[in-house]
C-alpha cells in the first residue's frame, strides 16, 4: 500500500468521529487507517449509517405479523398484497441538505427513496412527503422587504427570544414581530423550493405523488424537515436482496457518472447539528486541500447532491428490465455515503468481500481522488452483482436505456472491502469492522424538569384570537397547520400511472388500486390506501401518547377509506439524542410507537431515522425541533370501487360523530393560537376503543352504508364538520346537545367545538346505517347534510363560500 | 384497429395512453429508436418529459427515429394525436401550427378542468356526444390537465387561419385557462384534419373510478375515423363519454 502521510486524530474528530471510535478503528485494523480508509470508516460509523444512538432502541419495534415479507434492514420494506403481489414501501429524511438548499435536497430525498423501492424489484407507484417549516406569517403583506435584518445581536434580543411575546413591552414587540418577519421570508422560501424540487423530480419521473402533511411550526424554523415516503409494487416471487453472492461474480456500477457533489453528506452534513452560517472554520475536512477544487468553502452547498430526474427515470426503467430479464443476482441503489455504503453493505449481507478499482469509475472530473470516488453520493448510480457470463448483456441493457454502466470489482472470500487504484490497494478493511463493529450507544433519557420549548407565538395575523366560535372556526381554518393544501398539491402529478382512486382532498387517505385500471376490470378491484402523519407539537406535549396518537391517525385515515394496515414505515426526527431530555424524548417515542403498532396490527418494515435536528444557541429560535416521529401506514382494501369519500354526499343524510370522543384542548391548534404553553403531558388514549372504532368505520365503508368519513384531528370536531361540507360542495346543520353539570361552561364548550383527541370520526348517511355502528362503538347523531352553510346549534352560522375562502389562505404563499 | 403509443426515454403516460387506446381497439408501444410503425393505425404521441424536455420540452424528441416515421405517416393522412409533451412534439415538428409556452404562474399545475369541443365534426371529437343534446349544446369534457409549459400560442394571421379552417378545436371552458393560453385554447388540430395536439390528458380520463370518463370519447372519435364513420361497434358508454 502506498506510503503517503497517514491522517491524524485530529483528522478524525474533524470528520465526525470521537478519540475513542477512532482507537477502535487502530485497534481492530491493527494499524492507523489511511485517507481513503479513514473517509470510508467516517461515513459508514456516522449516525446516518450506523444508527449508533438509535439502533437499541429500533430493536424494540414489532417488525413481525402475517402480512410481512421484506422487514427493515432491506432497502425498502414490503408486505403481502395477495395474488402474488407485494407492496414494498419507506419513509426517508433529507432534511439537513433541503436547510442548505431546499430545491435540490427535497428533490433528492424523492430521488432516493425511489431508488430504495425498485431496488428490491418494485416499480414505484406512488410519493407522499412529510415537510415541516417554520411560520410563514400568512395574511400580511408580502414580501417582508422592509425587514433588515440586525446584525449584532443585542442582550435585548436575546431576551426577546426567550420570554413569552405578552411579557414584553410594546418596543421589545415589535422587534419580536420584525424576528418573526424575517423567519417567515426563510420558511417560505424553503416551503415554495422544497414543493418545486419534490415536483420537478416526482413529475419528470411519471411517479404520481398522491398525499402528504405539512405542518407550520417554530422550532422547525432553523430544522425544516422533508421526509418523502415512497410506495411500489412488486411480483413476490422476482424481489431482489441486496445480499452480494457468488465469490467470482462481477460487480457493475450504472448509471450516472460520479462527481465531486455530496461528498461527506452522511457525516459532516446529517449527522450533526446544522448551522448554516458562513463560518470560515467550517471547511468540511474531508477536502484535504485548499484548492476550491474540492468539496470546499464557506458553506455546506457543496455537500447537497444535484438530481437529474430524468437520469432516474432511465436508470428506473434499466434496473426493472434487468431483474426482469433474471440477469442480475443482487442489486443496491448508492445514496447516503456512495460507494462506501453500498458495496459493503451487499459484502455485508452476503458475508463476502468485494474488490473495487476506483480507476474503473466512470467519473465527471478527472482528477478525482479514491477516497473521493468512494464517497461520492453522486445521484442516480445502482451498483449491482452479476455472474460474469451475463456482464456483456447488461451492459448492452444499459445502452439500450442509455445509462452508463462499468464492471468496477469483483464479489471475494477475503470478508474485506478492497479499494484500488490502477490496481495498486489503497484501502484494505475487514467487512465485518465497517459494517457492523461501530460502537451502539446507550441513551441517557432524562425527562426535563419543564418543556424546552416556548410557547408557540401565533402567527401575526391571527394574534388576539376571537373568542366567539364562528370567528375562531374561521381563524383555525385560515391557520398554516389547517388552510387546504391544495395550492401545495396542485403542483404535483397525482394521477399518472392508472391507479388513483382518491386524490388529495377526496378522502382521508390516497388509495390507489393494486393493478392500473384498463377496463378489463371484472369483480372488486383490491386496492391500497396509503396515509402519513405526525402532529409534532403533541408529540412535544408528550412524547409517548403523542406518537401513538400520530400512528393511530393513520389508521384512523385508511380505516375512513375502508383499508386495514398492513404495515408502518417512521421517520424518526429529532434533536440531539446526547442531550438526555432529547433521549428522553426519543425513547418514549419508539416506546408509543411500538405499543400503537402492537395494536394496530401494523408492523415496521422499515424506516429511517435523522437526529441533530437542532441548532446552535447562538440562532434565533435556535434549539431542537419538535419531536417529530413520522408514520407512514399502508393498508389494503377489498375494493376499490367502495373506496371511502371524506366530503358529505347527499343532501338528507344524517351526521354522526363516532367512536371515544373525548376532545381536549391542551396542546391544540386553538391552543396554538391563543399562544398557551405546551402542557405537561396528554390524557391518555384507550387504545382498545380506538382500534374498535376504526374497525366499526371501515367496515361500514366497506359494505357501502356510509356516504362519508372523515377523522377528527387539528381543529376538532367543528373544523372537520368544515372540511365535510367544503369536500362535499354541501352544508350541515349540527346540534350538540346540552350537557349538564358543566363546571365552566363556556371553556367546556369551546373543548367539545375545537378540542383534539384521536379515534373519533364525523361519518354521514341513512341515520339507520349510523345508528347500527352503536353496537360496535360509540355513537352520537348530531345532524343532518343540508343546505349550503355550515350552522353549528346558535353559534355558528357559515356559507360554504365564506367557509372555502378561510380554507383557501395557503394560496397567496404560491400567489 | 391498432394504435401505436410512442415510447422515448422520460415519456411517463405511455402507459396509460396505452391502456386507454385499448379501451377501444388494439394498441401497442413503439420504441423511439425504430422507424418501424408496426403496422399502426393510429399513433399517440404521449405526455411525460421525453428526453428530459432538455433544450425545450419536445425540441430533442422531434428528431428521433421513430418521429422521422411519424412525420411521413402524418402527411399520408394517417391519424395522429398528440397530448401534452405529445403536442409539444408535434409542434415543434411543425405538424401542428403554434407553440406551447411556459404558464404564466411559472409553476407545473395539476387540476382537473372542464373543456368545451368547440369542433365535433374531427376525427378526434366525432364521438364526444351531449345526453340528450339540444340545438346549441356544447360538448364538455372534464378532464386533467398537468404540466408546466402549456400555455398555448400562436401569431394572429395564424390563429385567423385556424378560426377559418375549424382548427381550433377545444377550448377552456370559462374559468378554467390556468395556463394562460391564448383565446382559452386547449387543443388543436392541423389544416387537413388528421393530427391533433392537446394539453390535458383524455388518457386520465377514462374510468369514472379515477373521476371521469369523458377522455374515453378522444379515442373513440379516432376509432370511428378509422373504421369509418359507423360506431357501432363501440359499446354505447364509450360514445357517449361526454357530459353538458
Known sequence: MSSVTLPSLQDALELGLTESEYDLICEKQGRAPNQVELAMYSLLWSEHCAYKHSKKLLRTLPTEGKHVVMGPGENAGAVDLGDGLVCAFKVESHNHPSAVEPFQGAATGVGGILRDIFAIGARPIAVLDSLRFGEPEIGLPYPFNEVEEDKGRSGREKEINTQHPQELGETAAKLADKRSKLAANRSRYLLDRAIAGIAHYGNSIGVPTIGGEVYFEAPYEQNCLVNAMALGIGERDKLVTSAAVGIGNTVVLFGASTGRDGIGGASVLASAELDISPSPNQNPPLGGDSSGKGPNGHNRRSTVQVGDPFEEKKLMECSLELLQRGLIVSLQDLGAAGLTSSASEMASKGEVGIDIDVSKVPLREADMKPFEIMVSESQERMLCVVEPANVAQVLALCEKWEVGGAAIGAVTDNGCMRVFDRGELVGDMPVRVLVDDCPLYDLEPIKPASTPYRPARPPQALRSPPTQPRELMLALLRSPNIASRRPLFEQYDSVVQSRTVRRPEQADAAVLAIRPLDGSERGPIPGIAVSIDCNGRRVAADPYTGTVAAALECASNLACAGAEPLGTTNNLNFGNPEKPHIAWQLTESVRGLGDACRALEAPIVGGNVSLYNESPPTRANAGPIYPTPVVGMVGRLPDVRRAGRSGFARAGDAIAIVGPFVPCLAASELAKLRGESLPDGLPAIDLDAVVAAQAAVRDAVRDGTLSSAHDITEGGVVIALAECCLAGGLGAQVDFPAEEERRDPKRDDLERLFGECSGAFVVSGEQAALCALAERTSIELVGTVEGSSLVVGSQIDVSLSDLGRAHSALAELFA | ?244
Open chain 2, 1 to 244: 384497429m391498432k394504435f401505436g403509443v410512442l415510447r422515448f426515454p422520460g415519456s411517463c403516460d405511455e402507459v396509460d395512453a396505452l391502456y386507454a387506446a385499448r379501451r377501444v381497439g388494439d394498441a401497442e408501444l413503439l420504441w423511439h429508436g425504430d422507424r418501424d410503425l408496426r403496422g399502426a393505425d393510429a399513433i399517440v404521441v404521449p405526455g411525460g418529459f421525453s428526453y428530459g424536455d432538455y433544450l425545450r420540452a419536445g425540441a430533442i424528441a422531434r428528431f428521433s427515429p421513430v418521429m422521422e416515421s411519424v412525420i411521413a405517416f402524418a402527411r399520408e393522412g394517417g391519424l395522429v394525436l398528440g397530448i401534452c409533451n405529445g403536442f409539444q412534439v408535434l409542434c415543434e415538428a411543425q405538424l401542428l401550427p403554434g407553440a406551447l409556452l411556459p404558464n404564466t404562474n411559472l409553476r407545473f399545475t395539476f387540476r382537473q378542468v372542464d373543456l368545451e369541443v368547440v369542433e365535433r365534426d374531427t376525427a378526434f371529437t366525432c364521438a364526444c356526444l351531449v345526453e340528450g343534446e339540444q340545438a346549441g349544446d356544447v360538448a364538455r369534457l372534464s378532464i386533467p390537465a398537468k404540466h408546466s409549459w402549456g400555455r398555448y400560442y400562436a401569431d394572429d394571421a395564424t390563429l385567423a387561419a385556424m378560426r377559418e379552417n375549424g382548427q381550433i378545436v377545444l377550448r377552456y371552458a370559462p374559468g378554467q385557462n390556468f395556463n394562460g393560453s391564448i383565446e382559452d385554447i386547449a387543443g388543436v388540430r392541423n389544416e387537413r384534419g388528421n393530427v391533433f395536439g392537446l394539453m390535458p390528458h383524455p388518457e386520465h380520463a377514462v374510468d369514472e373510478l379515477t373521476g371521469s370518463a369523458d377522455g374515453l370519447c378522444i379515442f373513440a372519435s379516432m376509432r370511428m375515423a378509422a373504421e369509418g364513420a359507423d360506431a357501432s361497434g363501440l359499446p354505447p358508454r364509450i360514445a357517449g363519454g361526454a357530459r353538458v
